[in-house]
């Protein structure tokens, strides 16, 4: 499943073109592991997008949380969780976003490693 904002990027690359430069899209050597991660991602997305809308933030509000106050490796394994739900989501929205959106998603998701590591490590 393709989402709508991939689809034109299809489009051109089923073509024999290549995607445009500076629109955000990735190259063509990735777009095969792209498109995979993309259709193993449409059942989790459609299942997250049948929950309530309440539900996917207050989970992992509770597993961050989870992470900071809990001890040693087990609020490392929370943040972990965290920390790898962000990344799965901007991996996903990558191509769409700019220099400007890009920035914050990858300071999130290093910023919440990296109290992971310092959970793990006893901090």
Do not use: N
């Not at 991996?91 to 919440?112: E, G, I, N």
């Amino acid at each position: 499943m393709v989402s709508p904002e991939h689809e034109d990027e299809r489009r051109r690359t089923d073509r024999g073109g290549s995607p445009t430069e500076g629109d955000g899209t990735s190259g063509s050597g990735s777009g095969g592991f792209r498109r995979a991660v993309e259709r193993r991602s449409a059942v989790p997305l459609v299942w997250l997008r049948q929950r309530p809308r309440w539900a996917v933030p207050l989970i992992f509000g509770a597993l961050f949380i989870a992470g900071l106050t809990a001890p040693g490796v087990i609020g490392a394994l929370c943040l972990t969780l965290v920390a790898v739900f962000f990344l799965w989501l901007a991996f996903l929205t990558w191509p769409t976003l700019d220099r400007a959106r890009k920035a914050p998603r990858v300071l999130m998701v290093a910023v919440v490693l990296l109290l992971a590591v310092a959970r793990a490590l006893g901090y």
